[in-house]
């Protein structure tokens, strides 16, 4: 099956700093999602990107199928921002998602 | 909140019990989906249902578990003869069906098999 690698797998930061989380994948994908697992283990919608790139506020994401990679964008983090962060792609539409091992950020003020 | 719901939130039993979770998808979604989440890792696909259909079943999803969506809308995971190993978060997602859609998490049920 596909391989989904999430890197880097732990990111401490200061309030106010900037990160890039990076999520690669072995094969070609139908649909990427990127999701944020609060710490009540709550998985929260990010990004719908299986190419492009999006903005949402301090986020954005940027996916290049071609070369099977995607990026998440985290400017000005604050607290709030503190939990795993998870890459999950679909490999045929409306399939299950295969998901990463994610990345733990700790955001410390 | 997703708009997808789970019951319990929180599941205690012994081992060897049976155990059932129950999953309400938001309104009108057919597609619905099973995970289950273990300690620091991502979740893993278990299941799931087009409907009442169950399409697909994970080679995770031993004969001691079951899983059912009577009607295409709640659906239930029954784990019989539980085991320490059982113990995780399960989750359930569900889409609408519509080509390129966004999985919506509902909040888990997180399950300790002493």
């Known amino acids: 099956g596909i391989q989904v690698e999430q890197s880097p797998p732990d990111l401490i930061l200061q309030e106010g700093a900037n990160s890039t989380l990076r999520c690669n994948f072995s094969?070609?994908?139908?649909?990427l999602q990127w999701f944020h697992q609060n710490p009540w283990g709550q998985l929260i919608n990010l990004f719908y990107?299986?190419?492009g790139t999006k903005q949402n506020g301090r986020l954005s994401a940027t996916t290049v199928a071609t070369e099977r990679y995607s990026l998440l964008y985290i400017s000005s983090s604050q607290t709030t921002d503190s939990g795993v962060y998870f890459c999950?792609?679909?490999?045929?539409?409306?399939?299950?998602?295969?998901f990463g091992e994610g990345t733990q950020l700790t955001v410390n003020p | 909140d997703t708009g997808v719901s789970q019951d319990p939130r929180h599941k205690i039993t012994k081992r060897g019990q049976n155990v059932t979770f129950r999953c309400d998808p938001i309104?009108?979604?057919?597609?619905l989906y099973w995970y289950r989440q273990t300690l620091g890792q991502g979740p893993e696909f278990l299941t799931y249902?087009?409907?009442?259909?169950?399409?697909?079943k994970s080679r995770l999803l031993s004969d001691r578990f079951s899983a059912e969506r009577p009607k295409g809308s709640f659906s239930t995971l029954e784990i019989q003869r539980t085991e320490q190993g059982d113990s995780a978060m399960y989750l359930c997602?569900?889409?609408?069906?519509?080509?390129?859609?966004?999985?919506?998490f509902g909040p888990g049920t997180r399950l300790l098999v002493l």
């Open positions: 309104s009108e979604h057919n597609r």
């Open positions: 997602a569900t889409t609408s069906g519509v080509y390129q859609e966004t999985q919506y």
């Open positions: 094969d070609s994908v139908n649909n």
């Open positions: 990107i299986p190419s």
């Open positions: 999950a792609v679909e490999e045929t539409s409306g399939s299950r998602l295969t």
């Open positions: 249902f087009q409907n009442e259909a169950q399409l697909e």
